[in-house]
């Protein structure tokens, strides 16, 4: 202040169409709030206007008013650098609802349900790429239904609840991210405004390419949903790259999507017989990328139909060369293949599988049982197995803990828990690292039955899985059990 001809009025409402003529205005992108230079004609005494103005806004009663044009001009020049302040207007929370439903219709409706596990290893992974500066906790809720999941920046906490999918916990992250790197750290602005838009859209194409980008945010916009421009959003980080193209001249950090039968051509390639995911070398076919070719050695899972890929190869030869280390270090982990592609398909196969008519088993035969087929598949130590009444699908499988849970002891039951019990322990699926019904577990479920069941005829069963589209992994992924009599 200290300007003779600048006072702040306040309370003297303006409507912004009826009462002022805007004369410039500059948008802050990341909040979608403007700063306005307008003219008010009614009044003689204050004649220029300068306010910021959420985008929801008809009318101002914050505003800064001007005699003359010239210090209202350098006024508004000042606050061009600024952020718009905080104030109830600028930090309501406007877009909510559209998210919300725009959310409902086109974000992750269908798939399937994440174990804390992969909810963690989600959030380490984020939280790594993007190099957030604190450690997100998680807790869970049972009493959290409507809302999936929320997230409290205070306390830096991700509350989720029954159901959390991909998309649910690539939201909450968008708000960390949205606090920490974007600067909306107290509410300055809305929640979900248009820099938690861009940076939730930014997320979705990293980790979960299940749509493409255009998809996503063509989509948005027609739900009215406003974005802010990708430039405005602050150190977001490069995509990953194995080697800096500094070190490697055969090699670009380039962002491309990628159809896998239309745009690549499959060099070489090995598949990881338990999560199905398979590591490609492929060259670019000639005229699918604008201005430029190359090759790309990336692991992908096996519903996906395109390649995100963030690192682009000039020479076969170091394309090769690559595709070696990629194989030596084995499956990274993937939020892609998390998705539990499968589920749907096995458990209604799992259903054909169980057997009714087999009886109750005593306490001393589950023992027997989970003890000898520990053994056959060389682990020190067998699972624990407790009845609980309250399991609602029959069986449970709490990896930490390592215990199955049954609703009543049958073996069907039994067997399948500890198909979930060896798919960690034996087949490597650990902490949530792939799908939990993955051809690995399909497998194991299959020796299992066979194992413990010799009058079942399980190249039936197998025919009837592999008929309906499940992936099976070889008998080779299983140790060679040394049956004991
Ligand atoms: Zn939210």
């Keep these: 202040m200290g300007d003779a001809k600048h006072q702040s009025q306040k309370g003297h409402k303006l409507h912004l169409n009826k009462n002022l003529t805007i004369l410039d205005s500059y948008r802050h992108e990341l909040s979608g709030a403007r700063l306005i230079l307008a003219c008010n004609e009614e009044h003689d005494e204050s004649l220029f206007i300068i306010a910021w103005v959420a985008p929801w806004q ?38 909510h609802s559209k998210v919300s439903n725009w959310e409902q219709k086109f974000v992750d409706k269908n798939d399937a349900k994440l174990s804390i596990q992969q909810i963690e290893n989600v959030i380490r992974l984020i939280s790594k790429d993007f190099n957030l500066p604190h450690e997100i906790k998680l807790q869970h809720s049972k009493n959290l239904k409507a809302n999936i999941a929320t997230y409290d920046h205070k306390i830096r906490t991700i509350t989720f609840g029954n159901i959390s999918r991909l998309g649910d916990i690539l939201h909450e992250m968008s708000h960390c991210i949205d606090a920490d790197i ?96 398979r590591l490609i070398a492929a060259k670019i076919n000639d005229g699918a ?97 407790e009845i609980n009444k309250k399991i609602e699908c029959g069986v449970c499988y709490n990896e930490a803990e390592q215990k199955i849970e049954l609703t009543r002891p049958r073996l069907d039951h039994l067997l399948q828990g500890l198909a979930f019990h060896f798919d960690a322990f034996v087949n490597n699926n650990m902490n949530g690292h792939w799908a939990d019904h993955n051809p690995g577990f399909v497998r194991t479920l299959l020796k299992l039955i066979e194992l413990t069941e010799p009058e079942r005829n399980c190249a039936a069963l197998e025919k009837d899985a592999s008929d309906t589209g499940i992936m099976i992994a070889p008998q080779s992924i299983l140790p060679c059990p040394h049956v004991t009599p």
């Excluded at 270090?329 to 057997?355: H, I, T, Y």
Aim: overall charge positive; glycine content about 4%; hydrophobic content about 35%.
């Design 182 to 277: 974007n600067g909306n750290n107290q509410g300055n602005w809305s929640d979900h405004g248009p820099s938690f838009m861009r940076t939730y859209l930014v997320l979705l194409d990293k980790y979960k390419h299940w749509d493409t980008l255009k998809y996503l945010e063509n989509s948005a916009r027609k739900a009215g949903v406003r974005i802010a421009a990708a430039s405005s959003l602050p150190h977001l980080p490069e995509p990953e790259v194995i080697h800096s193209p500094h070190d490697h001249p055969h090699s670009l950090a380039v962002k491309t999507k990628l159809h896998l039968e239309r745009d690549l051509t499959i060099l070489k390639e090995i598949q990881h017989e338990c999560s199905g995911a």
């Design 58 to 95: 008809k009318t101002i009663k914050n505003y800064n008013s001007f005699k003359s044009e010239l210090a209202a001009l350098t006024a508004f020049s000042r606050d061009k650098a600024t952020q718009p302040p905080i104030t109830t207007e600028i930090a309501r929370d406007w877009q």
């Design 289 to 385: 990328l604008d201005s430029t070719s190359g090759y790309i050695v990336e692991w992908i899972a096996p519903w996906q139909k395109t390649i995100s890929s963030n690192h682009l190869l000039l020479d076969e030869s170091y394309a090769l060369r690559i595709f070696q280390e990629k194989e030596q270090k084995g499956v990274p982990f993937m939020p892609s293949l998390c998705r539990d592609w499968q589920r749907k398909k096995v458990k209604d196969w799992k259903k054909k599988a169980e057997n009714k008519q087999s009886p109750d088993l005593t306490t001393e035969e589950i023992k027997n049982i989970v003890e000898k087929l520990s053994h056959d598949f060389g682990l020190a130590a067998a699972p624990t197995v």
